[in-house]
C-alpha cells in the first residue's frame, strides 16, 4: 500500500525545528525564493569526499565584485539546493566549464538581458546519478537535473549577491535563473553525442555551459521532409526579436523524432549545421522596417542606420548587402538530441552571444570524481 503525504505523521517538534532553519536562511537571505536544504560540517564532508579538490581552491571569480567561489563554497549551495553528494563532481565541472566562458566574468550574470546558465550533461553520469533526457527536459520532476541547475544558481546568488532588484538587474528574466540544467538523449540519438564533437571519447562525461536567454519550443509534426523541418528551425533562429548583437547563436535540442528525420534522409550533423547557417538571412528591408539595420558604434548592438551613433553592419560592405547573415560561423549552431520520443516537439535555445562574435559560444570540462 503506498503511503501518502497526508497519511505521514510528522513530529510537531521536529516540524517546528525545520521551519525555524528554514525561516533564518530566508531572513538572511540565502534562498532563490524556495526552501533550502540546511547544511552542517559533517553533511558538508560528504560533499567534499566526492571530489579531489582542496576546499579553498577558487572554481570562478566576478573580478568587478572582487567575489571568488571556492570548492567549499561550491558545495554549501550545491547542498543548500538539495543535490545528493553524488552530484557534487558535475556542479564542480559546470562551475570549471562557466569560468571558460568569457561573459560571466564582465558581468553578463547582472544584465538587464536577463541571462542565466545553461548546463547540458554527456557521458554515463547521466545514468550514475539518474539525470533526465526523456521527457520535460524543461520541466519538473528529476532531482539531479533540478537540483544541479540549482546549485549554480544559489551560489551566484549567495557567494557573489546576484540578488533580484540588487546586484542582479535583468528587466524580466528567464525560468532558466532558477535552474536549468539537461541530459542528452544519447540512447535515442542518429547521431555521435555532443561532447565527442569536442574530442572526448563517449565514456567521457562532460559538462557543457551556455550562456542563455530563452528556450523557444518548435511545433513541427505536420513534415518528414528534413528541408521543411529545417526551414522552422531557421526562422526561430533569425527572428528579429532575438537580434540584439550584429550575430546570434543556438543550440538545436531535436527530439529522436525530429533527428530521425534528418537521419533517415541521410543528413548528418554537418548537413543540418550547414542548412541552418546558409539560410539563417534577413532582407535588410525586414531590418529596416523593425529598426535594426545598422550597429552601434559603443557597443556593437544593433539599432536603425539613422540612430547618430550607427555605423554599417558587416553585411554592408559583401556582395549582397541586402541580404543579410544572423549566424557569424557554422559552429554558431550546436546540435544535441533530448526529450522523449513521443511527439514532433523540438526546441531552439537561443544562446547569447559576444560581440564581436565568438567561434565557440559554450565552454566545456570533464568531470571527475574522487578516486577516478
Not at 521536529?14 to 533550502?36: I, S
Not at 528574466?173 to 540519438?189: D, L, R, V, W
Request: proline share 6%; net charge negative; charged share 20%.
Amino acid at each position: 500500500m503506498t503511503t501518502t503525504l497526508e497519511q505521514t505523521a510528522m513530529p510537531e517538534a521536529e516540524a517546528d525545528q525545520v521551519r525555524a532553519v528554514l525561516e533564518y536562511y530566508w531572513a538572511k537571505e540565502w534562498t532563490d525564493g524556495l526552501p533550502v536544504v540546511p547544511v552542517t560540517e559533517g553533511y558538508l564532508a560528504e560533499f567534499l569526499a566526492e571530489v579531489d579538490r582542496d576546499p579553498d581552491e577558487v572554481l570562478f571569480s566576478i573580478t568587478h565584485l572582487n567575489r571568488h567561489l571556492t570548492v567549499r563554497l561550491a558545495a554549501i549551495n550545491a547542498a543548500m539546493a538539495g543535490c545528493r553528494p553524488e552530484y557534487f563532481p558535475v556542479v564542480v565541472a559546470a562551475w570549471e566549464a562557466i569560468a571558460k566562458e568569457p561573459h560571466p566574468a564582465r558581468g553578463i550574470w547582472q544584465s538587464t538581458t536577463g541571462t542565466a546558465p545553461f548546463l547540458v550533461v554527456n557521458g554515463p553520469i547521466r545514468g550514475e546519478i539518474g539525470l533526465n533526457s526523456q521527457g520535460n527536459i524543461f520541466g519538473s520532476g528529476f532531482r539531479a537535473n533540478a537540483t544541479i541547475g540549482r546549485a549554480i544558481r544559489l551560489a551566484l546568488i549567495n557567494v557573489f549577491g546576484l540578488h533580484p532588484h540588487k546586484l542582479d538587474q535583468a528587466t524580466q528574466g528567464t525560468p532558466a535563473k532558477y535552474s536549468a540544467c539537461i541530459a542528452e538523449n544519447e540512447e535515442q540519438s542518429p547521431w555521435a553525442p555532443l561532447h565527442t564533437e569536442y574530442g572526448f571519447e563517449p565514456t567521457d562525461s562532460v559538462v557543457t555551459a551556455y550562456v542563455i536567454r530563452s528556450v523557444m519550443h518548435i511545433e513541427a509534426r505536420h513534415t518528414m521532409d528534413p528541408e521543411q523541418l529545417a526551414l522552422d528551425f531557421v526562422d526561430t533562429i533569425r527572428r528579429t526579436g532575438s537580434l540584439i548583437h550584429e550575430y546570434t547563436s543556438a543550440l538545436l535540442v531535436l527530439v529522436p523524432e525530429h533527428a530521425e528525420v534528418f537521419a533517415a534522409a541521410g543528413w548528418s550533423k554537418e548537413d543540418l549545421r550547414d542548412f541552418v547557417f546558409e539560410h539563417a538571412t534577413r532582407p535588410r528591408s525586414e531590418l529596416v522596417a523593425v529598426g535594426k539595420d545598422a550597429l552601434s558604434h559603443k557597443t556593437r548592438w544593433r539599432l536603425s542606420s539613422d540612430h547618430p551613433d550607427s555605423m554599417p553592419d558587416t553585411a554592408a560592405a559583401s556582395d549582397d548587402p541586402d541580404t543579410v547573415r544572423v549566424l557569424s560561423h557554422r559552429s554558431s549552431i550546436q546540435i544535441m538530441v533530448a526529450g522523449a520520443n513521443n511527439a514532433g516537439v523540438s526546441a531552439v535555445v537561443e544562446v547569447f552571444t559576444l560581440n564581436p562574435p565568438r567561434e565557440f559560444p559554450f565552454s566545456y570540462s570533464r568531470i571527475e570524481r574522487a578516486g577516478h
